[in-house]
């Protein structure tokens, strides 16, 4: 629709640096999404705070030495450990923050940051679902999912939480898990170096906890390898847990680690509403070959973004927006989408020197008033014709 009463004059959008940007990074991926973020804040012109994780010392200490090389302080800062309370960081006056985390930390980060009314960028998560369809092949979902679950021991944002199988194929489907995981990794992986550990013995306290839980409440956990949680250190390998249910720890958390719960459905419809009743998830795959039967796991379903017969793949993809929805964040980046997510889109108007619009001042109801914009509403807006 073209708006004849701005016929003449200019209007335009001109980005602009917000300012100083706050980089807030987890310890999972601490490069990638330290240096992320970064390229997209300096390339829309803004400076920028970074805050590495206390639980990632060295990699900090080779990004500072790196960043210092190429930035000056003022244009690039880099802070790590020596920051003990996070809300020194989040309580400055930045004019935006991008945080990567947990939900619960993130709803932190949102609380603090609007005492100064600094806008957020929030990828946070959650539980996020692989849905195989009943005519799909079992044992090649069974590896892609499994592979999610296995990358850097399940401690990614974007790895599939739990899978919904078709109540049939679930024995299968944990067999070809089990396989999978052997064949990649082996039975022991305690000393394998091609298999990521647990962060931490706190992490791996968790991750014990909600396993016990699952079968304190009659859920049923396998492990695709070899392991004794007494001896074998922070190399776990991945765990299988069956019959779970809602009032169990395990589907309630996201789990952030090396543990797939399976939930069977019936029918579609089934699997559809159970992903619905959850809070929506950063990230959801959809395994089919049928274009109606995407459409509709599409069409009913909300999710940061979407891998179709894979994992993660989404996300990599630099081209295309990177974010949540709900409770798995707001605010997207990569590519050119992060650009204007750290830039200020400022509305430029210019009026026509001879343009009339003193014609819209008071008093109203002269002849030559009612004639002018009459004609100008009714040609900027077609309903009115």
Request: with cysteine.
């Amino acid at each position: 629709m073209r708006n004849y009463y701005f016929f003449s004059n200019k209007l335009h959008v001109q980005y602009q640096p917000k300012g100083v940007v706050g980089v807030i990074v987890p310890w999972n991926f601490p490069v990638y999404l330290a240096l992320g973020p970064l390229v997209a804040a300096l390339a829309a012109g803004n400076r920028v705070m970074i805050k590495l994780s206390e639980f990632t010392p060295a990699t900090n200490d080779v990004l500072r030495r790196m960043l210092k090389e190429i930035f000056d302080e003022d244009e690039v800062a880099v802070f790590g450990e020596e920051i003990a309370d996070p809300a020194q960081f989040t309580g400055l006056a930045f004019n935006h923050i991008v945080f990567t985390g947990s939900p619960a930390i993130g709803r932190v980060v949102m609380r603090s940051a609007s005492e100064n009314l600094t806008p957020v960028t929030l990828e946070l998560g959650g539980k996020s679902p692989a849905l195989v369809t009943r005519h799909y092949p079992i044992a090649d979902a069974a590896k892609r999912i499994l592979h999610g679950k296995a990358t850097n021991s399940g401690q990614i944002c974007v790895a599939p939480d739990y899978a919904l199988v078709p109540q049939e194929s679930v024995d299968q489907f944990v067999e070809e898990c089990k396989n999978t995981f052997i064949s990649m990794f082996g039975r022991d992986v305690s000393q394998n170096h091609d298999y990521t550990s647990i962060i931490n013995e706190r992490h791996l306290n968790r991750i014990r906890d909600i396993l016990a839980d699952a079968k304190a409440k009659g859920a049923k956990v396998i492990a695709c390898g070899d392991y004794n949680f007494a001896k074998d250190g922070r190399r776990m390998p991945v765990h299988i847990v069956l019959n779970c249910t809602q009032q169990m720890r395990i589907m309630k958390e996201e789990l952030f680690g090396p543990v797939l719960p399976i939930v069977s459905y019936n029918n579609l419809e089934d699997a559809i509403g159970y992903i619905q009743t959850d809070e929506r998830p950063l990230a959801l795959y959809a395994f089919s070959h049928d274009s109606a039967e995407l459409e509709h796991i599409l069409k009913y379903t909300h999710s940061g973004g979407v891998t179709i017969n894979d994992w993660g793949w989404h996300v990599v993809n630099h081209d295309a927006p990177f974010g949540g929805i709900g409770n798995s964040g707001m605010g997207t980046y990569h590519g050119h989408e992060g650009f204007r997510e750290l830039s200020h889109a400022k509305t430029v108007f210019t009026r026509h020197r001879f343009f009339p619009t003193q014609l819209f001042y008071a008093p109203y109801g002269s002849l030559i008033q009612k004639l002018t914009l009459g004609f100008f509403l009714k040609k900027g807006d077609p309903t009115l014709k």
